[in-house]
């Protein structure tokens, strides 16, 4: 569950700072994303570097997953009589929304994975699908400029923020990095700033689309 | 002070329980917890009916015996056990819900008693050191470093109450087994099970039926003895280890 979280928090790092180039505008965005398709060549295939990339985060999809609901199925198994009254004492708002939040975001990739991956639909009605299957910059660009589709990004990160400022710091627990009261405030503060880094610098691209600040 | 009280009671262990509501006067705010539920066992006594039963030993907060859910907390409001819990932590006319610890690895034996001998076997598979008994040794025979001496000492302060795991969302014992872990951990007459002892003790905690850790943090907010959330983490670092130590 930890290593596979780390595996995500970074490849989410990854993204997000390739999320930012739709700020450099079209011709960076787009040479960009077509130099993912042909990074290492000629030592990759073409896309190799991609379907590794995908192959790894794909399993590690199906560990994390596997090993979150064991823990859920463990957790009611462990307390099949509940209590009547239960107060937390202080439990973080992030940490109880983990299971949730966890199948919130598996959900959001899903969508996320049809609506700029394998399907690629024109949402957006001043653009043509010919516009769109050409330049990602456009596809990214004319769905922001819908409300409802910024609403479920904005959504979908505010979920992610939380799920790593819990799991980040879990993770530190889970492979034993956080053997002192310093070391617990420093794996919770990292956690902090990672999730708080991941909203915002996801959020800004879109923002600044439905905004109007950028691809007018 | 006026109260009601919300108990859950349960004849036997394969009886269904429900919770049953008592209403109690007079009670004084310098009154202990469990003197107060001895004031409600004599008017119950009295009436004919069957008293509350609950877990009590030394009422001096150092036995691990007691332990209730009091309104949705693990020994009450207070970072204390449940016997040094004081009424004055309560208002008058306040509504108080008392149940038994929560967990399928502490069936509730009757009323508030839960059997936490689960905790006996964690220990039995691990939680000692193979060392021959007799006569004490000289303190100083085997030097330990003050820093490691005293982490030792916080951890082996745990009583064994079992409100980690009742206050644990998972019900997961790892908080009691970590402080196991790290006070022996810290010490050299611990390092030759080092290895064998976390595999062992977390191999009869699973088996137990707890629950696994997410790190919610509720076992060291609740624990009396106030028993750090790190000593989970040295538990998963030795256990990442234990190959290591075990060569």
């Not at chain 2, 007079?26 to 003197?35: A, D, H, K, N, V």
């Not at chain 2, 038994?100 to 502490?106: E, I, L, T, V």
Request: glycine share 8%; charged share 15%.
């Amino acid at each position: 569950m930890a290593v596979t979280g780390v595996i995500f928090v970074l490849f989410v790092l990854a993204h997000m700072y390739g999320n930012l180039k739709l700020l450099s505008g079209q011709l960076a965005f787009d040479e960009y994303a077509h130099h993912l398709r042909v990074f290492g060549e000629p030592m990759l295939p073409k896309m190799g570097l991609l379907w590794i990339m995908r192959i790894v985060l794909l399993v590690s999809v199906v560990i994390h997953a596997y090993a979150a609901f064991t823990l859920w199925g463990r957790a009611n198994n462990a307390r099949s009589t509940r209590y009547a009254v239960h107060k937390m004492a202080q439990a973080s708002l992030s940490s109880r929304f983990m299971r949730w939040g966890g199948v919130t975001i598996l959900l959001f990739v899903i969508f996320h994975l049809i609506h700029f991956t394998i399907v690629k639909p024109n949402i957006n009605a001043d653009y043509t699908q010919a516009q769109i299957d050409a330049s990602p910059y456009i596809m990214a660009t004319a769905s922001f400029k819908i409300w409802w589709v910024v609403l479920i990004y904005v959504l979908a990160m505010i979920a992610l923020g939380m799920h790593i400022n819990h799991g980040l710091w879990s993770a530190t627990q889970t492979l034993g990095w956080a053997n002192s009261p310093s070391a617990r405030a420093t794996a919770k503060g990292i956690a902090l700033i990672v999730a708080a880094l991941t909203v915002v610098g996801f959020l800004i691209p879109p923002l600044a689309v439905a905004f109007g600040l950028i691809a007018k | 002070m006026r109260l009601t009280l919300k108990i859950w009671r349960q004849a036997n262990a394969s009886a269904k329980g429900s919770m049953h509501t008592y209403e109690i006067d007079g009670i004084s705010p310098e009154e202990s917890f469990l003197e107060m539920l001895d004031e409600l066992n004599e008017q119950l006594t009295a009436k004919g009916e069957d008293p509350v039963a609950f877990d009590s030993d030394c009422r001096e907060g150092i036995c691990g015996m007691c332990g209730l859910m009091i309104s949705g907390q693990a020994h009450g409001p207070e970072v204390t056990t449940t016997c040094q819990l004081h009424m004055r932590s309560f208002n008058d006319g306040d509504t108080i819900t008392v149940e038994p610890w929560r967990a399928d690895a502490f069936p509730v034996v009757k009323d508030l008693v839960v059997d936490r001998s689960a905790f006996d076997r964690i220990i039995q598979s691990g939680g000692f050191i193979s060392a021959n008994t007799g006569s004490a040794p000289e303190a100083h025979s085997t030097p330990v470093p003050k820093p490691k001496a005293d982490r030792a000492f916080d951890a082996a302060t745990c009583i064994g109450c079992g409100a980690c795991v009742a206050a644990c969302p998972n019900a997961s014992g790892m908080l009691f087994m970590g402080a196991k872990i790290t006070h022996l951990g810290e010490l050299p007459q611990g390092q030759a099970e080092r290895g064998s002892r976390v595999r062992a003790m977390v191999a009869t905690h699973d088996g137990e039926g707890f629950g696994g850790c997410t790190n919610i943090g509720e076992c060291a907010a609740a624990c009396p003895k106030e028993i750090p959330l790190d000593v989970i983490s040295q538990l998963n670092n030795d256990l990442r280890n234990s190959g290591k130590y075990l060569r």
